[in-house]
């Protein structure tokens, strides 16, 4: 079954931006409830890149979303620092988002993941930057299992993310992608589960939601599970369970919506 990890809270959304700016946890408590009914099984916790103190911002973030929810929480930011002063005060289960592909820093991040019982999500990216094809997404996710199983790293806790690039930046990407996925999960049994930033797909573009509702249900037929999106848009997440039944991932029952959304949550 799908994973959704709500993309709400964050700061590169104005109203977010400005709650933070503000103080005011009920913008960001309100996104924490309707994420988590609409079926968010992590909730992406991202300060974006206007707040000054970026640590304190993340705090207060994860602090006033666990008043209101025990969703799983997804800590997202490039900065190690920014990530640990999210774990330090997390009560809730945790995905670390993200690590890089490089060793160095995988040696830095699934220790930091082992020690919170978090999962992690590795992106396929080196110091050589995003790679543009299929064979070197797929090796470097290659080495990021490889690391996994040196540090006895949970596989099932790891979450690859070969990056998903806008459909106006590179339009013969999202069918490629495809096949990223099938091979990714075929390295290993059990296999790593599949993230992508799905809005990133449509950014800039008219039909975001339809955008976002193709790519997913074609991506998820490969193997994507895990998709940082929007939950509050109704037809995606419709459309989400609707492609889990037709994989046969759960039993249908003319309620299946119903029935899926449970089954995603847990409750
Ligand atoms: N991979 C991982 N994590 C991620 C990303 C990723 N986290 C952040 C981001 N990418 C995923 N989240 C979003 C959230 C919003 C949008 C895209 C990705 C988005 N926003 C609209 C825009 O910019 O046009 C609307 C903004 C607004 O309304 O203000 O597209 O790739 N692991």
């Known amino acids: 079954m799908i994973r959704p990890i709500g993309e709400r809270i964050n700061g590169m959304f104005k109203d977010i931006r400005i709650a933070i700016k503000e103080k005011n946890a009920s913008v960001v408590q309100d996104?924490?409830?309707?994420?988590?009914?609409?079926?968010?099984?992590?909730?992406d916790i991202n300060v974006g890149t206007a707040a000054e103190d970026q640590c304190a911002v993340m705090k207060w973030l994860v602090e006033v979303t666990q008043e209101v929810v025990d969703t799983a929480l997804c800590i997202d930011s490039q900065k190690l620092e920014v990530v640990k002063a999210g774990l330090e005060v997390a009560k809730?289960?945790?995905?670390?988002?993200?690590?890089?592909?490089?060793?160095?820093?995988?040696d830095v991040y699934m220790p930091?993941?082992?020690?919170?019982?978090?999962?992690?999500?590795?992106?396929?990216i080196n110091k050589d930057g995003v790679p543009q094809d299929i064979d070197n997404r797929v090796m470097i996710?290659?080495?990021?299992?490889?690391?996994?199983?040196?540090h006895e790293f949970d596989i099932d806790k790891i979450y690859i993310d070969p990056i998903l690039l806008p459909i106006n930046c590179d339009q013969a990407q999202a069918v490629m992608m495809t096949?990223?996925?099938?091979?990714?999960?075929?390295?290993?049994?059990?296999?790593?589960?599949?993230?992508?930033?799905l809005s990133n797909f449509s950014q800039g573009t008219k039909e975001k939601s339809l955008l976002n509702r193709a790519i997913l249900t074609m991506s998820m037929v490969a193997g994507l599970d895990a998709p940082v999106m929007d939950v509050l848009d109704k037809e995606l997440m419709d459309a989400a369970i609707t492609t889990d039944v037709v994989m046969n991932h759960m039993?249908?029952?003319?309620?299946?919506?119903?029935?899926g959304l449970a089954m995603i949550t847990g409750k």
């Not at 809730?92 to 995988?106: C, M, R, T, V």
């Not at 091979?183 to 992508?196: E, N, Y």
């Open 92 to 106: 809730n289960e945790l995905l670390i988002n993200s690590s890089k592909a490089d060793p160095e820093e995988l």
């Open 141 to 150: 996710a290659a080495t990021i299992l490889e690391k996994a199983l040196e």
């Open 251 to 259: 039993i249908y029952s003319d309620s299946y919506l119903k029935a």
């Open 179 to 197: 096949e990223v996925y099938s091979q990714i999960r075929i390295m290993s049994d059990p296999p790593p589960h599949i993230t992508v930033g």
């Open 31 to 43: 996104y924490a409830r309707r994420q988590t009914e609409a079926g968010a099984k992590f909730l």
């Open 112 to 124: 930091l993941a082992k020690q919170y019982d978090a999962s992690l999500i590795c992106l396929t």
